[in-house]
């Protein structure tokens, strides 16, 4: 494998890094859809509930 090959795929590599922490970044920025809002109210319900229990 030649050094201009090793570069490429350096190249290549750090476009991908650079392009996914784009989209996670635009993700983590979005509002969380109702319908997860309501299951995590379900599910901290059910959680609580559970430890009254115990």
């Not at 922490?21 to 609580?48: G, N, W």
């Amino acid at each position: 494998m030649s050094r201009s090959d090793d570069k490429e795929k350096e190249r290549v590599a750090t476009l991908i890094d650079q392009n996914l922490k784009t989209i996670y970044s635009d993700l983590v920025q979005e509002e969380l859809p109702d319908r997860f809002k309501d299951l995590l109210a379900v599910l901290k319900a059910q959680d609580a509930s559970q430890k009254d229990s115990q």
